[in-house]
């Protein structure tokens, strides 16, 4: 099996998180790595023996070996990175957001279909054992969402990444962290958002943004939700996602998972990995053997970022 040569910008938080995963998987191959500042690029490279550095994305695309480029670069930069990848002829996995303005992900959408390249769109949520474990009981026709109540819970009031260091850019509710579960809730349900509303708080005076965000949706089929967004939560972090059906309640932490009594439920059968990132990446590599659309694909991502694009504009108005 001749193997998959890639190219990973963003030596960031989630950057170390896709390079951890790739190391378990078979036929694939870290050839080159893009970041803003070059010592700490080379210290990753030295670590994950990955032969070629580079600040400049075009460097890397530049090299013949490079067949599949993933992005986890600041958000302001996805589209355009992702478009210069696919006019280099590269296969290319993007990290959440495809876009923070939906013109610019109308355009990847436009470009990859006329590629014939692997195009996706690193929507996590998708992959987690945890939410595929509630996926694969919809579609065995076990369980229906009635609703499903959502937390994304961060202390930002400074702008600094996962690993606590400081952002050479600002995070998004909306853009961002709102598309996560937008995109979910459309794909558990299997039926498209048809209502949308959404209200925030004051706007940062440095940060430029709201802190504070409350979300509602309607799906086609009925499945409502609810999702409270904040920057000032100074309590356990991260993303809780409680799903009321027709037949039972769960609640998703990421990978894990329970019933609504708190009971763990084991998810460890579901996919080969535990990792959400993992399966995501193996997902992307799998649809480039096979010549195939994968999930989260930019095509299947495109209305999560259509509704985002309607709630701005509600807001701003």
Sequence with gaps: MKPIKVALAGAGAFGIKHLDGIQNIDGVEVV????????????????????????????????????AVILCTPTQMHASQTLACLKAGKHVQVEIPLCDVLTDGEEVAQLAAKSGLVAMCGHTRRFNPSHQYVHNKITAGQFNIQQMDVQTYFFRRSN??????????????????????VDLFAYQCGSPIVQANAIQGPIHPTLGIAMDMSIQLKAANGAICTLSLSFNNDGPLGTFFRYIGDSATYIARYDDLFTGKEEKIDVSQVAVSMN???LQDREFFSAIREGRAPNSSVA????????????ERQLSS
């Design 32 to 67: 080159s790595l893009i970041s803003r500042e070059l010592d700490k690029t080379k210290e990753v490279a030295a670590k994950y023996g990955i032969p070629h550095v580079s600040t400049e994305l075009a460097d890397s695309l530049a090299l013949k070996e490079v067949d």
């Design 160 to 181: 600094m990444n996962a690993l606590g260091q400081p952002r050479s850019w600002t995070d998004h509710l909306l853009w961002h962290h709102a598309a996560h579960t």
């Design 276 to 278: 959400g990132i993992e």
């Design 300 to 311: 299947s991502v495109l209305p999560c970022y259509q509704v985002l694009h309607g709630l």
